[in-house]
């Protein structure tokens, strides 16, 4: 089967974060930036922390006021340094374009058709798309009205509730042949706190086998890496699209390099029919 993108990829807020001085990762940013090739999707998070590190870094404190406005004017802050860094590392031969979606995109044929046309010309075009949801203009509540409006006459409807969710409508939307998501730790375990539980593999000899195995698997999810996080079990139920797609999934540590993990000599969890 051919695929015009080869890979659709995520990566974790607490991924892109060096933890021990509290600032974006440049050697994990270089690093990845460099593998990144026409044909490839990145989603990446990561703006509102950043901007929120940064914005502390320049001023000794937090931004005061409600948590929905400081969020906004952190991922705007967030934006401008997530983009610069991939534009300093990419390769300077491929061109890189921004793409920030929002929960309608998703849920109106007309859009899901305009962005998915945005990005298969990319490839024809020798660029890489960098995408996250736009933060910095969304407001929650109304962004819960819409999606309960929307609720009325869809059966199923996009949420975007955080970018595991948009990564895999993403790689549904281009018929990507691998979803990639990066996170802090190597994939999904039997127990979170043992490392020797992972579980290399949750597959079927067809999808319905899969998304069984997966629901299965989900029962050994618990908790999150950070405040505001969906965790693992989230993680499982998200990418269920992609796999009803036909696309193979598959989380892994962002330690680890892309291509390390795409050949499998990288610990990770992989998801699809066998």
């Keep these: 089967m051919k695929y015009d993108i080869e890979l659709v990829g995520k990566i974790g807020s607490m991924a892109l974060i060096d933890k021990k001085d509290n600032m974006i990762d440049y050697n994990i940013v270089a690093r990845l930036s460099k593998e990144l090739k026409p044909g490839f999707i990145w989603v990446s998070s990561g703006a509102t ?16 006021g409600n948590s929905e406005d400081r969020k906004t004017d952190y991922a705007a802050q967030g934006q401008t340094i997530l983009m610069s860094n991939y534009r300093q590392f990419v390769d300077p031969k491929y061109s890189l374009r921004q793409v920030l979606v929002e929960h309608y995109h998703f849920n109106d044929e007309k859009k899901r058709e305009h962005l998915k046309s945005l990005l298969l010309r990319c490839v024809e075009q020798n660029a890489i ?4 949801y ?12 819409e999606i309960n409006a929307l609720s009325k006459s869809k059966n ?5 509730v955080d970018n595991d969710e948009t990564a895999t ?23 979170p706190d043992d490392e020797k539980t992972l579980i290399k593999e949750i597959s079927g000899k067809n999808i319905e086998e899969v998304l069984q195995n997966i629901e299965y698997y989900k029962n050994f999810c618990n908790g999150t890496s950070r405040k505001g996080s969906n965790g693992a079990k989230a993680k499982l139920e998200y990418i269920k699209d992609a796999v009803k797609c036909g696309t193979e999934v598959i989380i892994a540590n962002a330690k680890y390099s892309i291509k390390d993990i795409l050949g499998g000599t990288a610990l ?7």
């Design 134 to 145: 736009n933060d910095a203009v969304s407001d929650e509540e109304n962004r819960k009205m």
């Design 156 to 160: 199923k409807v996009v949420e975007c």
């Design 169 to 191: 409508q993403i790689a549904c939307l281009v018929g990507a042949k691998r979803l990639l998501i990066l996170t802090s730790v190597n994939g999904i375990y039997n127990n």
């Design 268 to 274: 990770s969890t992989k998801i699809g029919v066998k």
């Design 49 to 64: 922390e950043i901007g929120r590190l940064d914005y502390i870094s320049r001023n000794g404190h937090e931004i005061e």
């Design 129 to 132: 798309p960098i995408i996250n």
